[in-house]
Every structure is written in C-alpha cells, then in structure tokens.
C-alpha cells in the first residue's frame, strides 16, 4: 500500500544516521522483507565531502545514487564563459544522483558539490540493478521514489516558469525556507537566473536571510 505520509529519518542533534534507519525509512514506501533489508545492508556503503568537494563532475558517469545523512549539496553547470548556473540543492533525506548519467550509465553533464560537510549513504548502480532482479519487492520501492521526484521536479519547474523575479523567490522562499539559510545568495540567485542585486534587493523587501 502506498504510504499517506513519509516520515523523515529523525536525526536530533544531527548523529550518525544508520542503515538501518534507512531502510526503515525506504519500508515507508513498501514493505522490505528481512532477506532483502540484509542484502541491502550488505550493498550499502558510507561516503563523506568535505565542504566544496565534489561528488561528480562533468565527463564522469554518476556510478552510484547517494542518499543524503546529513549536509546539502548543489548541482550546478558551467558554460563556455564560465557561468555558474545552479540546478538544484538537495538536503538531508534527498536522492542524490545525475539522472541522465545515473540511468543510462553516460558520462555526466553537471557538477555536483557539498556545500556543507556532508555524509552519504550510496548503492551502486550494478548493485541496485542486481537488487531489483533478485527481489521483486525493491521495484516497488524504486517506483515509489521515482513518482515522488518526477513530482518534485514538476513542482521546481511550475515555481520557475513563466513568474517574475520576485514570484520565483517567493516560491523558493516558502517551499524550501531551509536554502535560504544554508546556501549563499549566489548559488541562490544563479537558481533563480537573477544577479545578485536583484536578489539583494528583493531579500530587503520580502524576508531577512540569515547566510550571505
């Protein structure tokens, strides 16, 4: 049964998060049989970025989809002249992969970068393709995960589209408060496609940031 509500992994204090509250956290999406919660267990490795290290760059193929413990990092492209475009920012209990480069095994497009210490839990792609055959049940999960961001990635593009500068910050603002205070205003206005004193001023107009 598809669950009405998602619990996020409780972290007070920000402690280590386990595998197994992971896979608590995935049983929200359907139930995982104690065979596969072990096989998972076994696949499951831990990671950590240094703040501004990278996680993938542009040419390399995204080998492995990582689960955010704790921390955020930043997808973001470069162009010809050096502009640093931001795709995305994902937080604590987010999915963290290169779609394309992910799923079709391609080298990436995009960076991918901590900005803040962060630690990872991550299954490799041959391991979760070797899941999916071996327990039938992981696909629902795997469903499960992917309506959710299709809908997420919806929502993203519905708060850009066809909005004015100050909409689009509005948006970002009341969807996800929590960038406002952890990245700084120019990964956040590279997002928003607007320069930095536009940002600025529509900051003094609309809500105080504590991060700069």
Known sequence: MEPTTIIPISNPGRR??????LLDYLHQYAPLGEPLRRWLTDCISERHLLRQEQLLRPGEVCRAI????????RSYTLSADGRDTTGWFMKEC?????????????PATEYIEALEPTTLLYISYDQLQATYTRFPEMNLVGRHLTEKYYMLAEERLEGMRNRCAADRYAFLLERHPEIFERATLGH????????????????RQMTPVKKQ
């Open 16 to 21: 280590r998060v386990t595998k197994t509250a």
């Open 188 to 203: 956040i206005a590279s997002y928003l496609d607007l320069n930095r004193d536009t940002l600025g001023r529509l900051r």
């Open 94 to 106: 987010d999915i963290a992969i290169a779609v394309r480069s992910f799923y079709r095994q391609v």
């Open 66 to 73: 990582c689960f955010i413990v704790q921390g955020m990092l």
